[in-house]
């Protein structure tokens, strides 16, 4: 069984493990470190941040594997109607330099019906190779065929590492192939890496709520698997004319079964805006003041080309519908540019948008939160401020 | 019909304060409560026991006073609260945590609907809910937002996709995920939090479940954290300031970059 402890005669008391630790479970005795084991939950945080190498976690180790065996970067390509998703280029470009760095081959993985012509476009974002498995039965995203071929093919070729998109299908896809391979698997990675030596995926992602990154690995299992959000890598550039081997398989019929019946797939166009899409948005919030207010917003969205969001006490009372809440509870977004008017900036909205590239500010409170984390910052009245911007970029923009 | 619903006890972040010196967070009396995606779970179990009848048995995997979320849980309608606890599945990762509960649930004879929230505020992966499912070899939907049809052998459920929804059938058992737009949790009743208070919470160790052992908390978890660090606070930036023609002029000449 695990266990962690301090070697006493390494502590130097400076504390860095206890503001380390998410759980209170560490606390000074005699300038020694010491750990409650009532609320330690052995995540590793405090190993990680002593600068001493004064406490250890104690795992047992396990059979030693030979994991020579897998090699290549997969990178998992979604496709909905037979178009493959924006998120398989930005997880191409980013899959390109991992597999750079570990001196091996990208491969993209392409799971359809009718896609070979999609496939061959793959090897333009950087694949090396796709593998495409091409059947009725995967025209349209399920759990069960899905992830039957994914493991056939982690099994037949063993990858070293796996990104896939943390959309709805990817989640759900990956967390049960994870299981199946034994594999690990971290969620929503901000920041990939390779330590070449060991030939590690570097998987940093934001912990304990938000306000701490931890960086994870997988040392004794393989595939590594991460999946990343929409907007957090760049696109791979387009390389007309670079073609990449297509390896198709074909697996035994009962690898398509699926226990579930997808009845019907129904597009709610407008109603809900994809916010996590958009590279711009114009989000409001309880100083908005009103639903008619709330309106202005999506006049201002328009003429940007971007999508209205919004805080949570905005879609409690009614002003938009809950497709468009931004925050913990809601979506989180990364957009270009994100205009937050009449937001405060309460931690919980915080979290969901404060890795946008530009963020502008708009409040009456001089003090409010959001002004910490906004680019460019206007304390004023968003009923005055929404339309004077509406008008200046509509005349910038000739529109 | 019996339910089951995993919940998970986290820290209430309306209560997070963040340090302005460490920039990290301030975790002294921050009072725990069941994750804001499980009460969703645990509202809709209880509407699947009011129109199909059977037990709704709430689970979490957690520290002792974890206990407190199953009593929760009891006041807002859940039948029998199980805690599956043990030092010996400190440091599970997803990975361990989906096994320890599938391996509970195995243990609770039968069952017919396993709802989870769509994922937990703490640590965001939404990970065991599938990973729960795959351990029991049973269907799962994820991001459920409606159960439009249930009956003891089927379910017809609205599953929430980036442009609409997904409409899926499926046998039972069979797991669920579910997000927010599922329904609106109702408050504790007050013969329910008298029933909370009462209420005896079965109390499972790694002992009690056939797992395998090397499988279970840090031991049976793949991954592990190496680092750890805080990021750079994002700087506040530049204040504009001057009418609202003046300040929406400055501010479409600053923005040109992102807006094309």
Request: glycine share 8%; with cysteine.
């Amino acid at each position: 069984m695990a266990s962690i402890k301090v070697h006493l005669e390494k502590c130097t008391g400076c504390t860095l493990c206890v503001k380390a630790c998410a759980f209170g479970a560490i606390h000074m005795a005699d300038r020694k470190a010491v750990i409650d084991m009532a609320k330690c939950t052995l995540c590793g945080a405090c190993v990680a941040a002593c600068r001493f190498s004064a406490i250890e976690l104690e795992k047992a180790a396990g059979p030693k594997k030979d994991l020579s065996a897998y090699k290549d970067v997969w990178v998992f390509c979604e496709q909905k109607k037979g178009v493959i998703q924006s998120i398989s280029a930005e997880l191409l470009g980013e899959g390109r330099r991992l597999a750079d760095k570990l001196g091996v081959k990208l491969c993209a993985v392409l799971l359809g019906s009718g896609m070979e012509e999609a496939a061959e476009k793959l090897g333009e974002r950087g694949a090396d190779k796709v593998y495409l498995v091409d059947h009725p039965a995967l025209k349209s995203y399920q759990d069960d065929p899905y992830t039957g071929v994914m493991v056939k093919l982690v099994e037949e070729f063993k990858p070293e590492v796996i990104l896939c998109g943390a959309s709805t299908i990817g989640r759900s896809l990956i967390s049960r192939v994870a299981i199946k391979t034994n594999a690990g698997l971290t969620a929503d990675c901000t920041g990939l890496d390779i330590d070449v030596k060991e030939r590690l995926l570097l998987q940093t992602r934001p912990a304990f709520g938000g306000n701490i990154m931890a960086t994870i690995i997988a040392p004794n299992h393989r595939p590594q698997m991460a999946t990343v959000r929409h907007k957090v890598m760049k696109e791979a550039p387009v390389q007309p004319g670079r073609a990449a081997e297509i390896v198709s398989k074909v697996y035994p019929e009962e690898t398509f079964a699926s226990r579930t019946r997808l009845l019907d797939i129904v597009e709610e166009l407008g109603a809900t805006v994809n916010i996590s899409e958009a590279d711009i948005i114009v989000a409001g919030g309880r100083g908005m003041g009103g639903k008619e207010n709330f309106a202005q917003l999506e006049e201002l969205a328009k003429v940007l080309g971007g999508a209205v969001g919004a805080s949570r006490s905005a879609v409690d009372a009614d002003w938009i519908g809950y497709s468009h809440q931004v925050g913990q509870t809601g979506k989180t977004v990364c957009p270009k540019l994100y205009i937050a008017c009449g937001i405060s900036g309460q931690i919980q909205h915080l979290i969901g948008m404060q890795s946008s590239k530009t963020i502008v500010a708009i409040n009456k409170d001089p003090d409010a939160p959001i002004f910490k984390v906004a680019t460019y910052g206007i304390v004023g009245d968003v009923n005055e401020l929404v339309p004077a911007l509406t008008k200046e970029f509509k005349r910038v923009l000739n529109k | 019909m019996n339910i089951i619903v995993c919940i998970k006890q986290v820290p209430n972040t309306t209560d997070v304060r963040i340090d302005p010196v460490t920039n990290t967070l301030i975790r002294d009396g921050v009072e725990s409560v069941i994750n804001p995606f499980d009460a969703y779970a645990i509202e809709e179990a209880v509407r699947i026991k009011e129109r199909c009848g059977g037990k709704v048995t709430a689970i979490t995997m957690g520290p002792p006073q974890a206990e407190n979320a199953l009593k929760e849980a009891i006041g807002l309608g859940c039948d029998e609260g199980v805690l599956v606890s043990d030092r010996k599945f400190a440091g599970s990762d997803t990975w361990a945590t989906s096994y320890t509960l599938a391996c509970a649930i195995e243990k609770l004879e039968t069952y017919d609907v396993i709802l989870c929230g769509k994922q937990a505020s703490d640590g965001d992966t939404a990970q065991v809910g599938p990973g729960i499912s795959t351990h029991l070899d049973i269907p799962q939907v994820t991001y459920v937002k409606k159960i439009s049809e249930i009956n003891e052998k089927s379910a017809k459920v609205e599953r929430m996709t980036e442009e609409g929804y997904d409409v899926v059938e499926t046998p039972l058992p069979c797991l669920f995920t579910v997000v927010k737009e599922i329904n609106t949790p109702r408050m504790p009743s007050l013969k329910g939090m008298m029933r909370a208070k009462s209420a005896k919470i079965i109390k499972w160790t790694a002992a009690d479940l056939e797992a395998d052992p090397a499988a279970l908390g840090l031991d049976g978890s793949p991954t592990r954290v190496v680092k750890i660090f805080t990021p750079e606070p994002r700087k506040g930036g530049e204040m504009i300031s001057g009418s609202p023609a003046e300040v929406a002029k400055e501010l479409a000449e600053l923005l040109k970059g992102e807006v094309v």
